[in-house]
C-alpha cells in the first residue's frame, strides 16, 4: 500500500478544483472573508484543501501553473516545507487529540483560548495570519465559545479556516458568521486512479468493490483497506439481504466478532457500514429499483429502522453500553422484531 502523505504535506488535489478556484478568486478580489466552513463527509479532501489555501495565501498567492489544479505552491517552496514541519510562524492548527488506540478526542478549551491572542499579532512574514481548525466538531462546546469573539470582531489580515465532517453539529452563532464552502464526494472514475495509485497490489475487482463502499471518499477507502472493512462491507450486505430468513446463529457469530475488538472500531464500522448500504438501498428504490429485501416492510419503517440503528449504534459507544447485546437488538429491529 502507497499512502498519500498527510493534508499539510499532501501537493496534490484530486476532484476539488471548482472549490479551489473559489478560494483563489476570492482571495484575489481583496475582499477575503475572514473566515470559511469546509463541510462535507470525512475523508474526501477537505483538510487537504484547507492547508493547500494557507499555503498559497502565506506563499504570496502566487499565480496559476499550467496543468496543476489552482492554489498550487511547488513542493520546494520554503514555505511548503516549514507548514510541514509545524513551523511557520503564521500559521496556527487546532486538530483534536489523538488517545489511546487512535481513538479520537476533543479539541480541548486551553488550546482554542490561545486563538484570540495568535491572531491579534502583526503577521510575522507581513502576509495573513490564518488558524487552521481541523475536525471542528470535535471541539469541547467551551472552545467553540471561545472562539465567537474572534469571528465577530476579526482582525486585519486574519483568516480562520474550518473543517468538519459534521457541520449541522456547530454552534448556529459559529456557522452564520462563516462563508461555507460545500465539498462533494469524489466521483467514480477519481476514486478508481487514487486507488489505482495508492493500492496497487489489490485486485482491480476488490479495488471497484472499495470504491462503492467508501462512496467517494478516498480516506473511507484507505481505512477501510487498511482492517477488516472489506469484510465487514461484505457481511452488512449478507445481513441485510437475508432479513427476511434470520440465521441467528450468524448473528450472535457476528455480534461476538464485533464486540471481541476492545477499542470499539469494529463495532462502529459495521454499523456505519450497514447504514450506508441501507441508505443507499432507500435511495435506490425511491427511484423505482427497490431491492428484494426491501419489499416486505414500507420505506417509511426502514428509514426510521435506519435512524434508530445510528442512534442507538451512538449511544453504546458514549455510554460504554454491551456492544455485542446492542448489536443483537439492532438486527431484530431490522428484522421487524
Known sequence: MSLPPEPRANPDLVGHDAA??????????????????????????????????ARWLLAGMPPDVAG???????????????????????????????????VRRQIPVDEARKVPRFLSLTPAEGGFRIVLLDEA?????????????TIEEPSKSTVLLVVSH??????????????????????????QGLLARWLPEMPQADRA????????SPGRALSLAEGEGLSLAAEASRILAALSRPDERAWFALADRLAAVRDG????????????RLAAALAAA?????????????LAEWSEAWSRVGAQAKRTEALALDRKQSSLAMLGWLAGR
Do not use: C, Y
Not at 481583496?30 to 463541510?39: E, T
Not at 459559529?174 to 461555507?180: E, G, I, Q
Not at 472500531?265 to 450506508?276: E, I, M, P, Y
Open 209 to 216: 468493490r472499495l470504491a462503492e463502499v467508501a462512496a467517494g
Open 137 to 149: 466538531e470535535t471541539m469541547h462546546p467551551g472552545a467553540a465559545n471561545a472562539l465567537l469573539k
Open 68 to 102: 496543476k489544479p489552482p492554489l498550487h505552491v511547488p513542493e520546494s517552496d520554503p514555505v511548503f516545507r516549514r507548514i510541514i514541519a509545524g513551523g511557520h510562524a503564521d500559521l496556527m492548527v487546532l486538530a483534536p487529540e489523538v488517545g489511546a488506540g487512535k
Open 20 to 53: 479551489a478556484a473559489r478560494l483563489a478568486e476570492a482571495a484575489r478580489s481583496g475582499k477575503l472573508h475572514h473566515a470559511w466552513l469546509l463541510a462535507g463527509p470525512a475523508g474526501i479532501g477537505k483538510a487537504t484543501l484547507a492547508f493547500r489555501f
Open 286 to 298: 425511491a427511484q423505482g429499483q427497490a431491492e428484494p429485501w426491501l419489499a416486505g416492510r414500507p
Open 166 to 191: 459534521v457541520a449541522a453539529s456547530l454552534l448556529p452563532t459559529l456557522r452564520s458568521r462563516m462563508r461555507r464552502l460545500e465539498l462533494s464526494p469524489l466521483p467514480e472514475p477519481a476514486m
Open 265 to 276: 472500531s469494529a463495532f462502529v464500522l459495521f454499523w456505519a457500514l450497514l447504514r450506508a
